[in-house]
């Protein structure tokens, strides 16, 4: 196992578009994370899976954005009508984690986003 | 509001000597801390960690140090080699799972 994957690695797109992008964790972690990080920040949590329920999601995550994970294995993220502000480094991690145990997260590569 | 802060954005330091990275953080209900680095085009990879019960753990060049009064923990790594030269986040969780991650110190480490 190569680590957790993300796809694709850049996209580009015009205000109003709808995109979706794909995280595959490492295949024994039952926790997925999403992420956004933009320049001179450190990555800012959007939401979490374990398994396949979506347990939690930050204020940041607007109506526009939403995630599944629907066999608790891959996960996607879509953006719909992307705005300029959402141009951003989305970061996937997974974990395993057991409760009342620290999980680490391990991170992929990212889907860089950049909305015109 | 930023929970957890790197006052310093970027670090250079001599190749062989130590390197201090600092991150303070303001919830005193974070329980656990990890170190990443973050090379460019690349997403963080987990460095090392530690939980508040502990107040120091290495793991070969890299030692974290936690000072829980002063909400306070600080990565050495010695000695620093020009590999080091990266982008270093903390990031700190409360008991639960969302993390918060530091702005980051952008480490040079020159030969």
């Known amino acids: 196992d190569t680590g957790v994957s993300q796809d694709p690695r850049h996209k580009i797109t015009k205000r109003g578009q709808n995109v979706t992008f794909r995280c595959d964790p490492i295949?024994?972690?039952?926790?997925l994370y999403w992420y956004r990080q933009t320049l001179g920040q450190g990555p800012e949590f959007l939401t979490y899976?374990?398994?396949?329920?979506?347990?939690?999601k930050s204020r940041l995550l607007s109506d526009r954005f939403s995630a599944e994970r629907p066999k608790g294995s891959f996960s996607t993220l879509e953006i719909q009508r992307t705005e300029q502000g959402d141009s951003a480094m989305y970061l996937c991690a997974s974990s395993f984690g057991l409760a009342g145990v620290a999980d680490t997260q391990y991170f992929g590569p990212g889907t860089r986003l950049t909305v015109l | 509001d930023q929970q957890v802060k790197q006052n310093s954005p970027s670090l250079s330091v001599q190749e062989g000597r130590i390197s201090i990275l600092n991150c303070d953080y303001t919830?005193?209900?974070?329980?656990?801390f990890l170190w990443y680095k973050k090379y460019p085009a690349e997403g963080p990879t987990f460095l090392i960690s530690i939980s508040s019960i502990k107040d120091k753990n290495e793991d070969g060049r890299f030692t974290v140090f936690l000072n829980k009064s002063a909400k306070h923990l600080s990565l050495h790594i010695v000695p620093s080699q020009p590999g080091d030269s990266a982008v270093y986040f903390c990031a700190a969780r409360p008991t639960g799972n969302q993390f918060y991650f530091g702005t980051g110190t952008s480490l040079t480490v020159i030969p």
């Open positions: 295949s024994e972690h039952n926790r």
């Open positions: 919830n005193s209900m974070f329980d656990y």
């Open positions: 899976f374990q398994n396949e329920a979506q347990l939690e």
